[in-house]
Every structure is written in structure tokens, then in C-alpha cells.
């Protein structure tokens, strides 16, 4: 079983600045695609970021210019730099990762961290 725990949501003021963080544990064997959701209530979750094994890097045009998501392999951790934050951008963030373990495909949530954005 994959495990992510995620930690870096909170309070702030509309134009400050959180880094997300989401650490990946378990019986991993190969981590391919990791990325950031986000939900309201009576939404659905949709897309924010997501980074590829190679490092590329895709963006919900709502976040593009703002955000920034980043993975650091050796700790099999990815992030989420959000600036410039606004109003619109409260909501909890979960952390998704992808990849093989023991040779099986696999699909992963975090456990979902709580951001707000006071105007």
C-alpha cells in the first residue's frame, strides 16, 4: 500500500504565499506521474498541476503564472508553490501520485490539506 501525507495548507491573505508538500511512502517501486486537486464544497475535484518523471509540467489556467509544481525523487516528495494567492483558490488540496508497485499500477490520494485565502 502507497501512502501520501500531506501538510502546507492554512490561512493567509489574498497575494501571500503556501507551499504544499506531499511525501509518498510504501512499497514503491517506481513513481511516474504526481500532481495536485483541488475541491469545494458542491464541486467536483478538478486539476491544479501535475509534473511527469521526466519534469514535465502541466497547469489549470486558472493557476498558470502563480503556481508552481515541483518533485524531489530522492524523497519521493512533490510540491505545490502557490503565490500570489486569491479568494478563488480556497479550497482543500489533495495530492495524487501514480506509479508502479511491485510491478503493479497504482493510484494514490493524500489525505487532503485545507487552504484559505482571506480577502
Known amino acids: 500500500q502507497v501512502q501520501l501525507v500531506e501538510s502546507g495548507g492554512g490561512l493567509v491573505q489574498a497575494g501571500g504565499s503556501l507551499r504544499l508538500s506531499c511525501a509518498a511512502s510504501?512499497?514503491?517501486?517506481?513513481?511516474?506521474?504526481m500532481g495536485w486537486y483541488r475541491q469545494v464544497p458542491g464541486k467536483q475535484r478538478e486539476l491544479v498541476a501535475t509534473?511527469?518523471?521526466?519534469?514535465?509540467?502541466n497547469y489549470a489556467d486558472s493557476v498558470k503564472d502563480r503556481f508552481t509544481i515541483s518533485r524531489d525523487n530522492a524523497k519521493n516528495t512533490v510540491y505545490l508553490q502557490m503565490n500570489s494567492l486569491k479568494p478563488e483558490d480556497t479550497a482543500v488540496y489533495y495530492c495524487?501520485?501514480?506509479?508502479?508497485?511491485?510491478?503493479?499500477?497504482?493510484?494514490?490520494w493524500g489525505q487532503g490539506t485545507q487552504v484559505t485565502v482571506s480577502s
Open positions: 495524487n501520485v501514480q506509479g508502479i508497485e511491485l510491478f503493479r499500477s497504482f493510484t494514490s
Open positions: 509534473i511527469t518523471s521526466g519534469g514535465s509540467t
Open positions: 510504501g512499497s514503491i517501486f517506481t513513481i511516474n506521474d
